[in-house]
């Protein structure tokens, strides 16, 4: 099975300021059939269900906001917040959907400092 | 906008079995996918079936207790959760894939709880 870790753990950030989460996976993401890499990610408030953002590892999701971003290829990537806002608190998850069995990362929160 | 409207949740005693239900527009044309979150945890991806049911996966946790299927009819995608345990208890998340086979999940249901309890 593909091993996502996410760091840190958590992180808080003040508003208008940017947010950094990291992904690694235990393999490479990266396709050679299509040169596309297997990875999302995803934003969870509280009470809520999660909520794609990024998929193909940089390609935003219809209606979410340009302040967010993804980078990477292979087996590290990154999600990026360009400026933090209110709203933006909530857990983060990264996503393999690469092979089965699917696997997520363990989470990232997202405070305001 | 698309809505994933799931059912059957509950308490159940250990051993017990357990239907769920997840029924949206047009879902016979996607892949489904359940994905379920104990109190407190991250997100565990638990089965997909593609949307001509000719790939069905699972995770090794539930594999032999826990089965998909779809109706294309009905738009429905089931969960049968039997043998449960108490690690079993979380929210059950619905959820769909960008296409018919597609493992990005695109859509996700409001979540269910299932209790596993004496």
């Known amino acids: 099975d593909i091993v996502m870790t996410q760091s840190p753990d958590s992180l808080a950030v003040s508003l208008g300021e940017r947010a950094t989460i990291n992904c690694k996976s235990s393999q490479n993401l990266l396709s050679s059939a299509d040169n596309r890499n297997y990875l999302s990610w995803h934003q969870q408030k509280p009470g809520q269900p999660p909520k794609l953002l990024i998929y193909?590892?940089?390609t935003r999701e219809s209606g979410v906001p340009d302040r967010f971003s993804g980078s990477g290829s292979g087996t590290h990537f990154t999600l990026t917040i360009s400026s933090l806002q209110a709203e933006d608190v909530a857990f983060y998850y990264c996503?393999?959907?690469?092979?089965?069995?699917?696997?997520f990362g363990g989470g990232t929160k997202v405070e305001i400092k | 906008q698309v809505q994933l409207v799931e059912s059957g949740g509950g308490v159940v005693l250990p051993g017990g079995s357990l239907r769920l239900s997840c029924e949206a527009s047009?879902?016979?044309?996607?892949?489904a996918h359940w994905v379920r979150q104990a109190p407190g945890k991250g997100l565990e991806w638990v089965a997909l079936?593609?949307?001509?049911?000719?790939?069905?996966r699972y995770a090794a946790s539930v594999k032999g207790r826990l089965s998909i299927s779809r109706d294309n009819s009905k738009n429905t995608v089931y969960l049968d959760l039997n043998s449960l345990r108490s690690d079993d208890t979380a929210v059950y998340f619905c959820a769909r894939g960008k296409s018919p086979t597609s493992y990005i999940i695109d859509h996700w249901g409001h979540g269910m709880l299932v209790t596993v309890s004496s």
């Open positions: 047009g879902f016979s044309n996607y892949a």
């Open positions: 996503h393999q959907h690469y092979s089965a069995p699917i696997t």
């Open positions: 193909w590892a940089s």
């Open positions: 079936m593609s949307s001509d049911r000719s790939e069905e």
